[in-house]
Protein backbone atom coordinates (compact mmCIF):
# COMPACT_ATOMS: atom_id res chain seq x y z
CA UNK A 1 0.00 0.00 0.00
CA UNK A 2 1.35 3.53 1.19
CA UNK A 3 4.56 3.46 1.27
CA UNK A 4 5.41 6.57 -0.62
CA UNK A 5 7.87 9.31 1.43
CA UNK A 6 6.46 11.07 3.32
CA UNK A 7 3.09 9.52 3.85
CA UNK A 8 0.27 11.93 2.64
CA UNK A 9 -2.54 10.03 4.15
CA UNK A 10 -3.30 9.87 8.10
CA UNK A 11 -1.24 8.40 10.39
CA UNK A 12 -1.33 7.36 14.33
CA UNK A 13 1.33 5.87 16.04
CA UNK A 14 0.25 4.41 19.34
CA UNK A 15 2.89 5.03 21.43
CA UNK A 16 2.57 3.42 25.52
CA UNK A 17 5.08 5.93 26.83
CA UNK A 18 5.27 4.25 30.56
CA UNK A 19 3.85 0.72 32.14
CA UNK A 20 3.45 3.02 34.91
CA UNK A 21 -0.61 3.29 36.58
CA UNK A 22 -2.56 3.72 39.29
CA UNK A 23 -4.62 1.45 38.18
CA UNK A 24 -4.82 -1.78 38.46
CA UNK A 25 -7.10 -3.30 35.53
CA UNK A 26 -8.09 -7.03 35.77
CA UNK A 27 -6.69 -8.46 32.19
CA UNK A 28 -4.18 -4.72 31.10
CA UNK A 29 -2.41 -5.87 27.94
CA UNK A 30 0.43 -3.34 29.12
CA UNK A 31 0.73 -5.48 32.37
CA UNK A 32 0.71 -2.46 34.31
CA UNK A 33 1.00 -1.85 37.28
CA UNK A 34 2.16 -5.08 37.82
CA UNK A 35 5.54 -4.51 35.73
CA UNK A 36 8.21 -4.85 37.96
CA UNK A 37 9.29 -1.34 39.58
CA UNK A 38 12.90 -2.06 37.55
CA UNK A 39 11.41 -1.97 33.89
CA UNK A 40 10.63 1.06 34.22
CA UNK A 41 14.45 2.20 34.16
CA UNK A 42 14.69 0.86 30.43
CA UNK A 43 11.61 2.98 29.35
CA UNK A 44 12.45 5.46 26.73
CA UNK A 45 13.86 8.63 28.32
CA UNK A 46 12.13 12.13 27.26
CA UNK A 47 14.96 12.75 24.69
CA UNK A 48 14.62 9.56 23.54
CA UNK A 49 10.74 10.02 22.87
CA UNK A 50 11.40 13.38 21.23
CA UNK A 51 13.92 12.00 18.63
CA UNK A 52 13.63 8.88 18.18
CA UNK A 53 9.35 8.18 18.21
CA UNK A 54 8.22 12.48 17.39
CA UNK A 55 10.62 13.35 15.11
CA UNK A 56 10.65 10.55 13.34
CA UNK A 57 6.84 10.15 13.04
CA UNK A 58 7.00 14.25 11.30
CA UNK A 59 9.25 12.82 8.70
CA UNK A 60 7.12 9.89 8.24
CA UNK A 61 3.99 11.69 8.46
CA UNK A 62 4.08 15.63 8.52
CA UNK A 63 0.27 15.64 9.87
CA UNK A 64 -0.05 12.32 11.40
CA UNK A 65 -0.53 11.98 15.20
CA UNK A 66 0.52 10.17 18.22
CA UNK A 67 -1.67 8.32 20.73
CA UNK A 68 0.40 8.71 24.12
CA UNK A 69 -0.57 5.56 25.98
CA UNK A 70 0.40 3.36 28.92
CA UNK A 71 0.40 2.98 31.52
CA UNK A 72 -1.04 6.11 32.25
CA UNK A 73 0.92 8.75 30.07
CA UNK A 74 0.31 11.79 32.48
CA UNK A 75 2.07 9.80 35.27
CA UNK A 76 4.72 11.12 33.28
CA UNK A 77 6.84 13.84 34.63
CA UNK A 78 7.62 15.03 31.20
CA UNK A 79 3.93 14.12 30.19
CA UNK A 80 3.72 17.64 29.04
CA UNK A 81 6.75 18.59 27.58
CA UNK A 82 6.15 15.55 25.29
CA UNK A 83 2.64 16.82 24.28
CA UNK A 84 4.28 20.31 23.88
CA UNK A 85 6.78 18.96 21.34
CA UNK A 86 4.32 16.97 19.38
CA UNK A 87 2.47 19.87 18.62
CA UNK A 88 5.86 21.98 17.75
CA UNK A 89 6.26 19.26 15.34
CA UNK A 90 3.12 20.00 13.68
CA UNK A 91 1.22 16.96 14.85
CA UNK A 92 -1.88 16.08 16.91
CA UNK A 93 -2.21 14.30 20.09
CA UNK A 94 -4.33 11.62 21.44
CA UNK A 95 -4.08 11.13 25.17
CA UNK A 96 -5.27 7.14 26.07
CA UNK A 97 -6.44 7.67 29.35
CA UNK A 98 -7.93 6.35 32.81
CA UNK A 99 -9.53 9.67 33.74
CA UNK A 100 -8.44 9.60 37.30
CA UNK A 101 -5.80 12.51 37.35
CA UNK A 102 -7.65 14.76 35.14
CA UNK A 103 -9.02 18.19 36.63
CA UNK A 104 -9.78 21.52 34.91
CA UNK A 105 -6.22 23.17 35.76
CA UNK A 106 -4.69 20.05 33.98
CA UNK A 107 -6.83 20.28 31.31
CA UNK A 108 -6.12 24.20 30.61
CA UNK A 109 -2.29 23.02 30.79
CA UNK A 110 -2.61 20.03 28.45
CA UNK A 111 -4.49 22.64 26.46
CA UNK A 112 -1.92 25.03 26.17
CA UNK A 113 0.60 22.53 25.94
CA UNK A 114 -0.85 21.48 22.31
CA UNK A 115 -2.40 24.47 21.00
CA UNK A 116 -5.87 22.58 20.84
CA UNK A 117 -4.20 20.13 19.20
CA UNK A 118 -4.91 17.08 21.77
CA UNK A 119 -8.52 14.29 21.39
CA UNK A 120 -8.55 12.78 25.45
CA UNK A 121 -9.53 9.10 24.66
CA UNK A 122 -11.23 7.59 27.59
CA UNK A 123 -12.09 3.86 28.04
CA UNK A 124 -15.61 2.85 28.52
CA UNK A 125 -16.22 -0.81 28.72
CA UNK A 126 -19.77 -0.17 29.93
CA UNK A 127 -22.19 2.12 30.63
CA UNK A 128 -24.02 -0.26 33.68
CA UNK A 129 -21.34 1.00 36.67
CA UNK A 130 -20.90 -3.06 38.12
CA UNK A 131 -19.54 -4.08 34.74
CA UNK A 132 -17.38 -1.11 33.96
CA UNK A 133 -15.90 -1.58 37.64
CA UNK A 134 -15.45 -5.67 36.82
CA UNK A 135 -12.77 -4.55 34.14
CA UNK A 136 -11.92 -1.06 34.58
CA UNK A 137 -10.43 -1.21 38.42
CA UNK A 138 -12.64 1.91 39.00
CA UNK A 139 -15.80 3.34 38.85
CA UNK A 140 -17.36 4.67 35.51
CA UNK A 141 -18.19 8.09 36.98
CA UNK A 142 -14.40 8.91 36.69
CA UNK A 143 -14.66 8.79 32.94
CA UNK A 144 -18.09 10.25 33.33
CA UNK A 145 -16.48 13.35 35.13
CA UNK A 146 -13.38 13.13 32.46
CA UNK A 147 -15.65 13.44 29.78
CA UNK A 148 -17.92 16.25 31.66
CA UNK A 149 -14.55 18.15 32.60
CA UNK A 150 -13.58 18.02 28.51
CA UNK A 151 -17.08 19.38 27.49
CA UNK A 152 -16.87 22.22 29.52
CA UNK A 153 -13.18 23.16 28.85
CA UNK A 154 -14.25 22.56 24.92
CA UNK A 155 -11.63 19.85 24.85
CA UNK A 156 -12.18 17.23 22.29
CA UNK A 157 -12.46 13.58 23.59
CA UNK A 158 -14.15 9.99 21.99
CA UNK A 159 -14.60 6.73 23.88
CA UNK A 160 -13.01 3.71 23.00
CA UNK A 161 -14.75 0.01 23.92
CA UNK A 162 -12.60 -2.99 24.73
CA UNK A 163 -15.20 -5.86 23.91
CA UNK A 164 -14.55 -9.20 25.95
CA UNK A 165 -16.92 -11.67 27.30
CA UNK A 166 -17.11 -9.42 30.54
CA UNK A 167 -18.65 -6.60 28.72
CA UNK A 168 -20.90 -8.14 25.94
CA UNK A 169 -24.39 -8.30 27.68
CA UNK A 170 -24.34 -4.52 27.88
CA UNK A 171 -22.39 -3.27 24.92
CA UNK A 172 -25.29 -2.58 22.91
CA UNK A 173 -26.81 -0.30 25.92
CA UNK A 174 -23.39 1.26 26.23
CA UNK A 175 -23.59 2.11 22.25
CA UNK A 176 -26.97 3.14 22.43
CA UNK A 177 -25.67 5.38 25.01
CA UNK A 178 -23.13 7.19 23.09
CA UNK A 179 -25.45 7.26 20.19
CA UNK A 180 -27.82 9.10 22.11
CA UNK A 181 -25.13 11.62 22.38
CA UNK A 182 -23.82 11.38 18.97
CA UNK A 183 -20.08 10.52 20.63
CA UNK A 184 -18.18 8.82 18.33
CA UNK A 185 -16.62 5.55 19.53
CA UNK A 186 -14.01 3.28 18.84
CA UNK A 187 -13.86 -0.46 19.80
CA UNK A 188 -10.98 -2.54 20.83
CA UNK A 189 -11.02 -6.32 20.70
CA UNK A 190 -9.94 -7.99 23.98
CA UNK A 191 -6.62 -9.55 23.04
CA UNK A 192 -4.72 -11.81 25.48
CA UNK A 193 -1.26 -9.69 25.49
CA UNK A 194 0.09 -9.50 29.14
CA UNK A 195 -2.56 -10.00 32.23
CA UNK A 196 -4.89 -10.57 29.30
CA UNK A 197 -3.14 -14.10 29.01
CA UNK A 198 -4.15 -14.64 32.21
CA UNK A 199 -8.20 -14.35 31.20
CA UNK A 200 -8.24 -16.97 28.06
CA UNK A 201 -11.82 -17.02 28.88
CA UNK A 202 -12.98 -13.72 27.90
CA UNK A 203 -12.07 -14.31 24.17
CA UNK A 204 -14.45 -13.86 21.61
CA UNK A 205 -15.73 -16.23 19.43
CA UNK A 206 -17.77 -16.12 15.76
CA UNK A 207 -20.81 -16.36 17.44
CA UNK A 208 -20.46 -13.45 19.94
CA UNK A 209 -19.46 -11.52 16.70
CA UNK A 210 -22.17 -12.20 14.78
CA UNK A 211 -25.38 -12.60 16.94
CA UNK A 212 -23.92 -9.72 19.28
CA UNK A 213 -21.31 -7.06 18.21
CA UNK A 214 -21.54 -6.66 14.90
CA UNK A 215 -25.23 -5.74 14.10
CA UNK A 216 -24.61 -3.10 17.12
CA UNK A 217 -21.55 -1.92 14.90
CA UNK A 218 -22.72 -1.99 11.73
CA UNK A 219 -25.70 0.17 12.57
CA UNK A 220 -23.85 3.05 14.57
CA UNK A 221 -22.14 4.89 11.63
CA UNK A 222 -19.81 6.89 14.18
CA UNK A 223 -18.16 3.70 15.64
CA UNK A 224 -14.79 4.03 13.35
CA UNK A 225 -14.39 2.34 10.18
CA UNK A 226 -11.87 -0.01 12.00
CA UNK A 227 -13.30 -3.14 13.35
CA UNK A 228 -13.43 -6.49 11.52
CA UNK A 229 -15.37 -8.35 9.92
CA UNK A 230 -15.55 -5.42 7.75
CA UNK A 231 -17.82 -5.67 4.76
CA UNK A 232 -17.55 -2.57 2.30
CA UNK A 233 -16.89 -3.60 -1.04
CA UNK A 234 -13.00 -3.22 -2.36
CA UNK A 235 -14.47 -0.27 -4.70
CA UNK A 236 -13.93 2.04 -2.08
CA UNK A 237 -10.34 1.85 -1.89
CA UNK A 238 -10.10 2.41 -5.83
CA UNK A 239 -13.24 4.89 -6.93
CA UNK A 240 -15.17 6.12 -3.74
CA UNK A 241 -12.18 7.52 -1.93
CA UNK A 242 -11.05 9.63 -4.95
CA UNK A 243 -14.31 10.55 -5.41
CA UNK A 244 -14.71 12.03 -1.37
CA UNK A 245 -11.63 13.17 -1.55
CA UNK A 246 -10.45 11.49 1.73
CA UNK A 247 -6.64 10.98 3.19
CA UNK A 248 -7.41 7.48 5.07
CA UNK A 249 -6.55 4.81 3.70
CA UNK A 250 -7.53 1.91 5.57
CA UNK A 251 -10.91 0.01 6.34
CA UNK A 252 -11.00 -2.90 9.04
CA UNK A 253 -7.68 -4.25 10.27
CA UNK A 254 -5.18 -0.69 10.83
CA UNK A 255 -2.40 -2.68 11.74
CA UNK A 256 0.70 -1.42 9.40
CA UNK A 257 -1.20 0.89 7.26
CA UNK A 258 -2.50 3.84 9.11
CA UNK A 259 -1.52 2.48 12.78
CA UNK A 260 2.01 1.38 14.27
CA UNK A 261 2.55 0.44 17.82
CA UNK A 262 5.15 1.30 19.88
CA UNK A 263 6.07 -0.28 23.32
CA UNK A 264 7.38 1.85 26.31
CA UNK A 265 10.94 0.13 25.91
CA UNK A 266 10.55 1.26 21.89
CA UNK A 267 9.44 -1.82 20.48
CA UNK A 268 7.53 -1.87 17.23
CA UNK A 269 4.79 -4.02 16.27
CA UNK A 270 2.05 -3.60 13.71
CA UNK A 271 -0.38 -3.10 15.76
CA UNK A 272 -0.43 -2.24 19.50
CA UNK A 273 -2.27 -4.87 20.29
CA UNK A 274 0.86 -7.14 19.49
CA UNK A 275 3.70 -5.79 21.56
CA UNK A 276 5.15 -7.44 23.70
CA UNK A 277 5.54 -10.92 22.24
CA UNK A 278 8.23 -12.32 19.98
CA UNK A 279 6.37 -10.90 16.56
CA UNK A 280 9.15 -7.86 16.91
CA UNK A 281 9.78 -5.60 13.87
CA UNK A 282 12.64 -3.98 15.64
CA UNK A 283 13.55 -1.41 18.40
CA UNK A 284 13.59 2.49 17.46
CA UNK A 285 17.01 2.63 19.91
CA UNK A 286 18.98 0.27 17.17
CA UNK A 287 17.13 1.55 13.74
CA UNK A 288 15.11 4.14 12.71
CA UNK A 289 11.45 3.92 12.71
CA UNK A 290 10.61 5.60 9.40
CA UNK A 291 13.24 3.09 8.13
CA UNK A 292 11.18 -0.27 10.31
CA UNK A 293 7.88 1.33 8.73
CA UNK A 294 9.15 1.40 4.90
CA UNK A 295 11.46 -1.57 5.25
CA UNK A 296 10.45 -4.45 7.65
CA UNK A 297 9.04 -7.42 6.24
CA UNK A 298 6.61 -7.86 9.08
CA UNK A 299 5.19 -4.60 8.14
CA UNK A 300 4.99 -4.79 4.81
CA UNK A 301 3.05 -8.18 4.93
CA UNK A 302 0.40 -6.73 7.15
CA UNK A 303 0.17 -4.12 5.38
CA UNK A 304 0.13 -5.48 1.75
CA UNK A 305 -2.10 -8.05 2.95
CA UNK A 306 -1.37 -10.04 -0.18
CA UNK A 307 -0.48 -13.26 1.58
CA UNK A 308 -3.83 -14.07 3.74
CA UNK A 309 -3.95 -17.16 4.80
CA UNK A 310 -7.43 -19.48 5.38
CA UNK A 311 -10.31 -17.51 4.24
CA UNK A 312 -8.87 -13.98 4.76
CA UNK A 313 -6.85 -15.07 1.73
CA UNK A 314 -9.76 -15.79 -0.48
CA UNK A 315 -11.91 -13.10 0.65
CA UNK A 316 -13.91 -10.21 -1.65
CA UNK A 317 -12.71 -7.39 1.49
CA UNK A 318 -8.92 -8.39 1.88
CA UNK A 319 -8.20 -5.24 1.02
CA UNK A 320 -10.99 -3.06 2.97
CA UNK A 321 -11.25 -5.98 6.30
CA UNK A 322 -8.36 -7.93 5.87
CA UNK A 323 -9.55 -9.54 9.32
CA UNK A 324 -7.72 -8.85 13.09
CA UNK A 325 -4.34 -9.98 12.64
CA UNK A 326 -3.98 -9.39 16.61
CA UNK A 327 -6.71 -11.77 17.12
CA UNK A 328 -4.89 -14.48 14.35
CA UNK A 329 -1.76 -14.32 16.22
CA UNK A 330 -2.86 -15.11 19.55
CA UNK A 331 -5.22 -17.80 18.31
CA UNK A 332 -2.72 -19.70 16.25
CA UNK A 333 1.01 -17.96 16.49
CA UNK A 334 0.49 -16.52 12.26
CA UNK A 335 0.16 -13.02 12.47
CA UNK A 336 -0.88 -13.99 8.83
CA UNK A 337 -3.45 -16.50 9.81
CA UNK A 338 -7.73 -16.35 9.39
CA UNK A 339 -9.38 -13.52 11.87
CA UNK A 340 -10.81 -16.77 13.99
CA UNK A 341 -13.46 -14.40 15.09
CA UNK A 342 -14.90 -13.53 11.44
CA UNK A 343 -18.78 -15.03 10.79
CA UNK A 344 -18.16 -15.33 7.24
CA UNK A 345 -17.63 -18.27 4.99
CA UNK A 346 -16.37 -16.81 1.88
CA UNK A 347 -16.35 -19.46 -0.84
CA UNK A 348 -13.87 -17.48 -3.25
CA UNK A 349 -13.57 -13.69 -4.21
CA UNK A 350 -16.74 -13.61 -5.51
CA UNK A 351 -18.36 -14.07 -2.36
CA UNK A 352 -20.36 -11.28 -0.83
CA UNK A 353 -21.85 -10.51 2.40
CA UNK A 354 -25.80 -9.75 2.82
CA UNK A 355 -24.25 -6.85 4.94
CA UNK A 356 -22.19 -5.21 2.27
CA UNK A 357 -25.12 -2.71 1.09
CA UNK A 358 -25.42 -1.28 5.13
CA UNK A 359 -21.63 -1.03 5.85
CA UNK A 360 -20.60 0.30 2.83
CA UNK A 361 -23.85 3.22 3.39
CA UNK A 362 -22.43 3.83 6.89
CA UNK A 363 -18.78 3.95 5.50
CA UNK A 364 -19.50 6.88 3.38
CA UNK A 365 -21.67 8.56 6.72
CA UNK A 366 -18.54 7.87 8.80
CA UNK A 367 -15.96 9.43 6.27
CA UNK A 368 -18.48 12.28 5.46
CA UNK A 369 -18.91 12.84 9.41
CA UNK A 370 -14.93 12.98 9.70
CA UNK A 371 -14.13 15.29 6.49
CA UNK A 372 -16.72 17.94 8.14
CA UNK A 373 -16.39 17.95 11.72
CA UNK A 374 -13.66 19.06 13.94
CA UNK A 375 -11.71 18.00 15.42
CA UNK A 376 -11.26 15.26 12.91
CA UNK A 377 -11.49 17.57 9.49
CA UNK A 378 -8.48 19.09 10.50
CA UNK A 379 -6.77 15.65 11.09
CA UNK A 380 -8.10 13.76 7.63
C1 LIG B 1 -3.68 -0.27 28.33
S1 LIG B 1 -4.78 1.09 28.42
C2 LIG B 1 -3.67 2.47 28.68
C3 LIG B 1 -4.36 3.81 28.73
C4 LIG B 1 -5.11 4.13 30.00
N1 LIG B 1 -4.41 3.76 31.17
C5 LIG B 1 -6.48 3.50 29.97
O1 LIG B 1 -6.72 2.56 30.68
O2 LIG B 1 -7.32 3.99 29.20
C6 LIG B 1 -5.25 1.40 26.72
C7 LIG B 1 -6.49 0.65 26.29
O3 LIG B 1 -6.21 -0.74 26.27
C8 LIG B 1 -7.35 -1.43 26.68
N2 LIG B 1 -6.95 -2.76 27.13
C9 LIG B 1 -6.42 -3.12 28.32
N3 LIG B 1 -6.19 -4.44 28.35
C10 LIG B 1 -6.56 -4.94 27.15
C11 LIG B 1 -6.58 -6.25 26.58
N4 LIG B 1 -6.15 -7.32 27.24
N5 LIG B 1 -7.04 -6.37 25.32
C12 LIG B 1 -7.46 -5.29 24.61
N6 LIG B 1 -7.48 -4.04 25.10
C13 LIG B 1 -7.05 -3.87 26.36
C14 LIG B 1 -7.91 -0.55 27.78
O4 LIG B 1 -9.28 -0.83 28.01
C15 LIG B 1 -7.68 0.83 27.20
O5 LIG B 1 -8.78 1.25 26.44
S1 LIG C 1 -5.90 -0.60 31.42
FE1 LIG C 1 -5.05 1.46 31.67
S2 LIG C 1 -5.79 2.13 33.70
FE2 LIG C 1 -6.02 -0.06 33.63
S3 LIG C 1 -4.13 -0.87 34.55
FE3 LIG C 1 -3.87 -0.87 32.32
S4 LIG C 1 -2.87 1.02 31.91
FE4 LIG C 1 -3.76 1.21 33.96
S1 LIG D 1 -12.80 -13.62 5.99
FE1 LIG D 1 -11.24 -12.25 6.83
S2 LIG D 1 -11.10 -10.58 5.33
FE2 LIG D 1 -13.03 -11.65 4.96
S3 LIG D 1 -14.58 -10.56 6.15
FE3 LIG D 1 -13.83 -12.25 7.44
S4 LIG D 1 -12.18 -11.33 8.66
FE4 LIG D 1 -12.56 -9.96 6.93
Sequence with gaps: MDN??????????????TRKCNLNCRYCMAKAPRAKPKDHTTELSTEEIKRLVIDEIRNYCSHGAIAFSGGEHLL???????????AKAGLWSFINTNGTLLTSDL??????ATGGKVIFVFSLNSILPTIQKWSRDDSLWTVIKAARLCLKAGVNFFFITTISKSNLKSFSTTVNFLKLKKIPMLRSPFVTRGMGNCHQELALTPEDMKNIIHPVLRNYALSYVSYTPFFAGPEFLEDKWKEMNVEIDQLGCQAAR???????EGHVAPCVHLLDNNLKCGNVRDIALTDILRNNEIIKAVRSR?????????????????GCRAL?????GDYMAEDPTCFFEPVDETTRSEHEELQN????????????????????
Excluded: H, M
Design 107 to 112: LKRVKT
Design 4 to 17: KDPRKKFFLCYFES
Design 258 to 264: GFVGISA
Design 328 to 332: AFYKT
Design 306 to 322: ETLKGKCGRCRYKQTCG
Design 361 to 380: KNTTRFLEFIKTRDPWKSLF
Design 76 to 86: RPDALEILEYT
